[in-house]
C-alpha cells in the first residue's frame, strides 16, 4: 500500500516539470524583473467558486490587458488573495489561460504563477510564506497523488503572485487566469492524508532568485540546513536557458542526492529538466541539521553578460517527521 502510494507520487512529480519561480521577500515579487517598474493593473480581481461535490476550488483572476509587442511592459495585476474556507488539503493543481467566454488562450502569456500559503512559513525560509505551487507559460499542472496533500486549514490566506507578458502580435484584451485546485476535506471518516512540504532548494538561498550569467561557464551553490528529519519523496529543477545541470546533496554526509541534468535544444534553449525519484526506498532520509547544498552549472554561449537571465531551483516534496501523519501542525 505505502509502496503504491509512493509510486503514484513520483509519477506525479514527474509530470510537473517544476517551472516555477519564487518569492524573494516575504510577499515577493517574482524575481525575473526586479530591475524594471511594473506597472499595476486595475480592476483585476481573484474570484473563486467552489464545487463541493467534485472538491475542486477554481481561482480565477483576472482580466488582464496584454497588448500586441507588449513583452513584459504590461499593467500586472496585483498580488491576490482569498481565504481558504474549509479544513483540509489541497491535492492537485492546474493552470489554464482563458479569455472572458472561457476560451482557452496561448500558455505562453504567462510568465509565471506562484501561488503561497501565507498562513504557513515556508518550510526552508521560515521568513517566507509557504510556496505550494509554481508554474511557468508551459502550464504544467501537478497532479493529485492518492494519499498525500498539502495541509490547509480554515482561514488560512492563499496569496497569487503573477506576471504576464505578450511577445505576440495580437492582442488578448481580456485574460483570465484559472488554477484549479482539487482538495480534500476532512471529513468524519474520510480519508486522512499525509502531509507533504514543498521545499524549494535555490541557489539563491532565501533571497530573490533570478541571478546574473557571465559569458561562459557559470556555478553557483546555495545551502540549506534543514529544520526536522524528513523523507525526501523525489525532486525535480527549473532552471533557464543554457542551464547545463542541477546538483543536490547532502553536505553533512557527503552524499549526492540527484544530478538532473537539462535537456537543451541546439541553440542551448532549455527544453527540460529530469526528475530524481526516491521510490525504492518509499523516500530518501535527510536528517536534522544536515545541510543540504545545491548547485547550478550554466555554460552561457552568447558571449554576453545576462543580467537575471538565470535561476536554479531544485524543487521537491518533503515529508517532515512529525508531520506525516493526519495531525500537521
Ligand atoms: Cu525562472
Redesign the pocket.
Known amino acids: 500500500m505505502k509502496r503504491t502510494m509512493v509510486v503514484m507520487f513520483l509519477v506525479a512529480v514527474s509530470t510537473a516539470s517544476f517551472?516555477?519561480?519564487r518569492a524573494q521577500e516575504p510577499m515577493g515579487d517574482m524575481s525575473?524583473m526586479h530591475h524594471m517598474a511594473m506597472p499595476k493593473a486595475t480592476g483585476v480581481h481573484l474570484d473563486v467558486a467552489t464545487d463541493e461535490t467534485q472538491h475542486v476550488f477554481t481561482l480565477r483572476l483576472g482580466p488582464l490587458n496584454l497588448r500586441a509587442h507588449a513583452g513584459m511592459d504590461v499593467a500586472q495585476a496585483p498580488k491576490l488573495d482569498w481565504t481558504v474556507p474549509l479544513d483540509g488539503w489541497f491535492v492537485a493543481y492546474r493552470p489554464a489561460l482563458v479569455d472572458a467566454s472561457g476560451n482557452a488562450l496561448p500558455g505562453r502569456l504567462l510568465h509565471?504563477v506562484a501561488v503561497y500559503d501565507q498562513s504557513r512559513r515556508n518550510y526552508l525560509c521560515p521568513n517566507q510564506p509557504e510556496h505550494i505551487f509554481g508554474a511557468?507559460g508551459e502550464m504544467t499542472h501537478w497532479p493529485a497523488t492518492p494519499g498525500l496533500g498539502y495541509r490547509v486549514r480554515e482561514g488560512d490566506k492563499i496569496l497569487v503572485a503573477t506576471m504576464f507578458h505578450n511577445d505576440e502580435a495580437v492582442s488578448y484584451p481580456q485574460t483570465y487566469l484559472e488554477i484549479r485546485i482539487q482538495y480534500q476535506p476532512v471529513e468524519p471518516g474520510g480519508p486522512q492524508l499525509i502531509a507533504v512540504r514543498p521545499v524549494w532548494f535555490d541557489v539563491m538561498g532565501c533571497g530573490e532568485?533570478?541571478y546574473d550569467l557571465k559569458p561562459g561557464r557559470n556555478v553557483t551553490t546555495g545551502n540549506f540546513t534543514l529544520a526536522s528529519n524528513g523523507k525526501l519523496i523525489g525532486v525535480g529543477g527549473?532552471?533557464?536557458d543554457y542551464g547545463r545541470e542541477l546538483v543536490l546533496e547532502d553536505a553533512t554526509r557527503n552524499q549526492k542526492i540527484a544530478t538532473l541534468d537539462a535537456k537543451l535544444d541546439p541553440d542551448g534553449r532549455l527544453i527540460s529538466i529530469p526528475i530524481a525519484l526516491f521510490a525504492q526506498t518509499g523516500g530518501l532520509e535527510l536528517s536534522k541539521g544536515d545541510d543540504i547544498r545545491v548547485t547550478a552549472v550554466y555554460d552561457n554561449p552568447t558571449g554576453k553578460y545576462l543580467q537575471d537571465g538565470a535561476?536554479g531551483?531544485a524543487v521537491g516534496y518533503l515529508i517532515p517527521e512529525g508531520e506525516g501523519e493526519s495531525a500537521a501542525p
Open positions: 517551472a516555477v519561480a525575473h509565471h511557468g532568485s533570478a527549473h532552471m533557464h535561476m531551483i
